[in-house]
């Protein structure tokens, strides 16, 4: 189950159509505003941080979790 915050990153990624491997990337307040859910969904294995600062890309799982986030 996502929280709130972590279902707003997931429609992001939505939004861009992102699929596992992509990378997708925050910045400025934007960055700021969902740092916490980004790191929690990392922790989940949901996301991959990437090298580039305020990157993102989804794992499978992350994937499978976005598709259904708003059913």
Same mark, same amino acid.
């Given at each position: 189950?996502? #929280?709130? #915050?972590?279902?707003? /990153? ?7 159509? /992102?699929?596992?491997? +992509?990378? *997708? ?6 960055? +700021?505003?969902?740092? %916490? ?7 989940? $294995?949901? *996301? /991959?941080? +990437?090298?580039?600062?305020? %990157?993102?890309?989804?794992?499978? %799982? ?6 259904? #986030? $708003?059913?």
């Amino acid at each position: 189950m996502l #929280s709130p #915050s972590e279902k707003t /990153v997931m429609r992001t990624f939505r939004q861009y159509l /992102v699929t596992p491997g +992509e990378m *997708l990337c925050f910045f400025g307040p934007n960055l +700021e505003r969902h740092k %916490a859910a980004l790191q929690q969904l990392t922790k989940r $294995d949901l *996301l /991959v941080k +990437e090298h580039f600062q305020g %990157a993102y890309s989804l794992t499978h %799982a992350g994937f499978e979790a976005m598709k259904s #986030s $708003d059913k």
